[in-house]
């Protein structure tokens, strides 16, 4: 179990090296007149002064526009945390994603991360609204009311975690929402029973069972890291890909938190 009090920051020189757009010093060519560049990295050392800290970087790969192109950035604050019961605890966690090309504003969501699998969720938008300021007039005050409306949204996740974990399902219902979960990320007629019962499966003792807390995170983590096999148009069976693109696992995670809180 890591030491929840000492989690693992990352420097500006970490993140240099990880995500370089995040320190790009200009806008692209085209941006509008109205844009005002913000780089990134002030908003880090802003979310510093508010206790949060970089845990995890990414950018989009991109051939053209170097440096302009979309990254996200993750967020944590180690005194804000759901303790379980059970000892499942779990981080809130503030995800941005921004770009320097003008298409994009500083866009901010929850997401959560499960000490036991160190694995995280994005929390749906439903749940827990995304957040945005425009490159028109970043400052500080706003950054710190942003912040503040996704903390006192924090109530809503506990909530909606409180109540996954009191509902429990038959085999039958957990085979149905695999699948849904599923059809989220591939074609449902490349979905075989084997691919639903590759998702099923635990990948540790604390994720055992049909509670739909604990069914819905290992579908959700099996599905992400590619662990299951599917058909493809040729008829032939291939296992699945880790998702390595960032925005695509933050659409899949979203949607399928969404699909989740159905069942509640």
């Not at 020189?13 to 806008?27: C, E, M, Q, V």
């Not at 800290?53 to 990414?58: F, L």
């Not at 149905?176 to 998702?199: G, P």
């Not at 099923?200 to 509670?211: A, H, M, S, T, V």
Request: with cysteine; glycine share 6%; proline share 2%.
């Amino acid at each position: 179990m890591l030491n929840l009090q000492n989690a693992d920051f990352k420097s500006l020189d970490d993140l240099k090296s990880i995500a370089p757009s995040i320190f790009t010093s200009k806008g692209s060519e085209d941006t509008s007149e109205k844009y005002i560049h913000i780089p990134t990295n002030k908003v880090i050392r802003d979310m510093e002064l508010l206790g949060w800290g970089v845990i995890d970087a990414k950018e989009v790969k991109a051939r053209k526009r170097v440096g302009f192109q979309k990254h996200l950035v993750v967020f944590r604050n180690p005194d804000v945390v759901i303790e379980g019961n059970d000892g499942d605890n779990v981080f809130p966690q503030i995800l941005l994603t921004n770009s320097h090309d003008g298409k994009n504003s500083f866009s901010f969501r929850g997401g959560l991360f499960r000490m036991i699998c160190e694995n995280g969720l994005v929390v749906s938008t439903e749940e827990f609204s995304a957040l945005k300021i425009r490159h028109i007039g970043y400052d500080f005050e706003t950054l710190q009311k942003t912040i503040k409306e996704i903390v006192e949204q924090l109530p809503l996740t506990v909530e909606s975690m409180n109540k996954m974990k009191k509902v429990e399902l038959d085999e039958q219902q957990a085979f149905d929402f695999a699948k849904s979960l599923l059809e989220i990320r591939i074609d449902s007629s490349n979905i075989l029973d084997q691919s639903v019962q590759d998702v099923l499966l635990p990948q540790r003792k604390q994720d055992e069972g049909l509670g739909l807390w604990e069914v819905f995170n290992r579908i959700q983590e099996n599905i992400i890291e590619g662990n299951f096999s599917h058909s493809t148009l040729s008829g032939k069976i291939r296992k699945a890909r880790y998702v390595k693109n960032f925005q695509q696992d933050l659409d899949l995670n979203s949607k399928m938190f969404s699909k989740a809180l159905e069942l509640v």
